[in-house]
């Protein structure tokens, strides 16, 4: 019988890998609770209509890149293909946005049809981050002071680099929209087939083509910064003196607009060059509106969405996993004889008075010399052997495998004050 393999863009997670994963999920989840940033936690599956609503009908998600069908009852249901939508829902539909404010995180995969490639998966790992009930600039320079913080932690600052745009109100952006229909229409015939495209649909895509040939022609283009109110242009110019002041370095890309429709007034990418196209490593910007459009009560919004494949890959790419990372145990118990039962006991006691030791119990028998050879490539740092005259004695032999300390037969609490100082 053939092998049932895994859908493509789905990827395993193994053993080897998952230590990383594990270093860089702890990382961001400290950073992000260190900003008083609380986790919410909300369904993989969601009705079709919030995504339609608050990503837009004519954005790359909702025309081509979901996972709907009908369910059962025949009720159009989606996999979520970003976090936000469901993260309005959630918090609008538990109360947590009357009047409040609330800073959320959260972290799960995500489900895109899209070509898989380097970076680019169909379903894929996000960490995210929302505030609600804040408009000034204040919060969305603590977003930005907060991701530069991590990316510190991660020793990943060198990497990364920020982009920043504000894009007006919704009144701003429509007669921008207008005019720049008008200015591509008169070049109708410079266009590639994907910008005539979305010239209809959705013109302001156009600005982030990655064709050099728009993009000259862009050069020429209505500006979108002249068609900003004071109201956007006050609050982007607070942000960057808002950044300055915390040196945090950024460069303003005017064509920055981000592919989702609910945006407003600040965007941002953090975007790497060490990872060829899939460069952008954590993006977001302000969400004014959505609460309402989604049928709440108005509330300001900020957040972001960072990839978690793209980080370790440019994690393992620039060499900024420590070694450690990758051990998963720290000591490791030989059982030389019929000592199965002494060797249970003692490990027990072992666990229940060294917080946070990791030990691996040999398990299947075997010769002295093998089990030492597993003890040596698991990694773990010393070997605990119990033999019968160990046994016998209730001591515990301790042998140091990654320095040249002499090995020792001791009484167990003294092996258990040894271990808490590894
Ligand atoms: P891109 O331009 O690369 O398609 P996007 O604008 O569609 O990105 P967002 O919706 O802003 O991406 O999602 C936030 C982050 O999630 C991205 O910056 C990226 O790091 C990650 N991401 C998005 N789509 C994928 C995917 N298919 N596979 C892996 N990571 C992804
Ligand atoms: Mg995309």
């Not at 960057?240 to 064509?255: F, K, M, Q, W």
């Not at 030389?336 to 990791?358: D, H, M, N």
């Amino acid at each position: 019988m053939s092998k049932i393999q895994s859908l493509r863009g789905m990827n395993d997670l193994l053993p080897e890998q998952s230590p990383t994963w594990q270093y860089l999920e702890q990382k961001i989840k400290d950073v992000l609770q260190s900003y008083g940033y609380r986790e919410i936690r909300f369904p993989l599956l969601e009705s079709t209509e919030l995504f339609k609503r608050s990503i837009g009908e004519v954005t790359d998600i909702v025309e081509k890149e979901m996972y709907t069908w009908l369910d059962r009852n025949g009720d159009s249901v989606t996999l979520r293909p970003e976090g936000t939508a469901g993260c309005v829902r959630a918090s609008e539909q538990n109360g947590l946005l009357r009047n409040q404010v609330q800073r959320l995180w959260y972290s799960g995969p995500m489900f895109r049809y899209e070509r898989p490639q380097k970076g680019r998966l169909r379903q894929f790992h996000q960490f995210g981050a929302e505030v609600f009930g804040l408009e000034g600039p204040d919060v969305d320079a603590e977003m930005l002071v907060m991701t530069a913080r991590l990316w510190e932690e991660l020793g990943l600052s060198e990497h990364i680099k920020l982009q920043i745009n504000s894009l007006g109100n919704a009144l701003n952006r429509a007669q921008y929209r207008d005019a720049l229909v008008e200015f591509l229409s008169a070049h109708k015939d410079s266009l590639d087939e994907d910008s005539q495209r979305r010239l209809d649909s959705n013109p302001l895509r156009i600005l982030d083509s990655k064709n050099s040939q728009i993009q000259a022609l862009l050069d020429t283009a209505p500006n979108l910064h002249d068609f900003l109110d004071a109201e956007s242009t006050e609050h982007f110019a607070a942000l960057r003196a808002l950044l300055d002041s915390a040196e945090v370095a950024y460069e303003i890309n005017p064509r920055l607009v981000r592919g989702l429709d609910y945006y407003g007034k600040t965007v941002f990418e953090w975007i790497t060059d060490s990872l060829g196209a899939q460069g952008t490593v954590c993006a977001g910007g302000r969400y004014d509106g959505l609460v309402e459009q989604l049928g709440g009560k108005p509330s300001p919004a900020v957040g972001f969405g960072m990839g978690e494949e793209r980080l370790v890959l440019l994690l393992d790419a620039v060499g900024a996993v420590p070694d450690s990372v990758d051990l998963y145990v720290d000591a490791y118990l030989v059982v030389a004889g019929e000592v199965t039962q002494q060797a249970l006991r003692c490990s027990e006691l072992i666990r229940s008075q060294c917080a946070g030791l990791r030990i691996q119990n040999h398990c299947g028998g075997g010769s002295f010399k093998s089990q030492m050879k597993k003890a040596d490539r698991s990694g773990a740092k010393v070997a605990l052997i119990i033999g019968e005259d160990e046994a016998a004695a209730e001591k515990v032999t301790i042998k140091y495998l990654r320095e040249t300390t002499e090995q020792q037969t001791l009484a167990l609490a003294d092996v258990i004050n040894l271990l808490n100082q590894l």
